[in-house]
């Protein structure tokens, strides 16, 4: 049975008369620390994936059993990350935008149309459109939003093993207080991102 962010797709490939649709977006804007992840996604037209929503509202279990299901239904997915140097380069913002252009490069289908979570579009070389809190309205966006949170979440677990004794698996790069705490303590290591940090060096 078709739900609502099937159907929000499905209505958009009418309006704009794209059988092939994809759906981006990011994980990772916000942390203190590590890359923010990109992805995009093309799903079949025809297919309602049942608990796909967006990644916040999902537990991580939920999370890496949706990534599962997601990857093995796309037609096409691609996922980039924009590591924090480029970040501190250029900014979070422009990282993102290019985070997003080239996820969408990356799918081995080219897409007719692009949806993109949020009030922004990247300069894409095919017709998108900009949808706010789009990961709780389309499924392809939702679905993204799945392969990018549960790719980085993985990635900074990994950084937790490389980079001891910040609690990356734990906060994921996140400014919490344990995370602060361990700045103080043994400073700042290769992934944190300086232009977030400005007021601690």
């Known amino acids: ?5 099937a159907f929000f797709d499905r209505e958009v490939r009418a309006r704009h008369s794209a059988a092939v649709l994809a759906g981006v977006d990011e994980a990772g804007r916000g942390p ?15 297919i309602t994936l049942e608990g796909v929503n967006d990644s916040k509202k999902l537990t991580a279990g ?11 239904a796309a037609l096409s997915y691609s996922v980039v ?3 924090n140097h480029v970040i501190d380069d250029i900014n979070i913002l422009a990282a993102t935008m290019r985070g997003m ?27 998108a459109g900009a949808v706010v809190k ?23 677990a990994e950084y937790d093993g490389v980079y001891p ?6 906060h994921k790069g996140y400014g919490t207080r344990q995370h602060y705490e361990a700045i103080r303590t043994l400073g700042l290591c290769e992934i944190h991102r ?7 060096l």
Do not use: H, W
């Open 62 to 72: 939920k999370r890496e059993q949706l990534f599962s299901v997601i990857t093995g």
């Open 194 to 200: 300086r232009s977030f940090l400005k007021g601690l």
């Open 165 to 170: 004794g910040y609690g990356f698996a734990a």
């Open 134 to 156: 789009g990961d709780a309205r389309s499924q392809s966006i939702a679905a993204a939003s799945i392969l990018a949170k549960v790719s980085r979440d993985r990635l900074m």
């Open 1 to 5: 049975m078709e739900n609502e962010l």
């Open 101 to 127: 252009v080239q996820a969408v490069a990356g799918l081995s289908l080219l897409p007719e149309y692009v949806l993109i979570d949020g009030d922004r579009l990247p300069p894409l070389s095919v017709p």
């Open 81 to 83: 990350f924009i590591d």
């Open 32 to 46: 203190l620390a590590g890359p923010v992840c990109c992805a995009a996604v093309i799903l079949p037209a025809d």
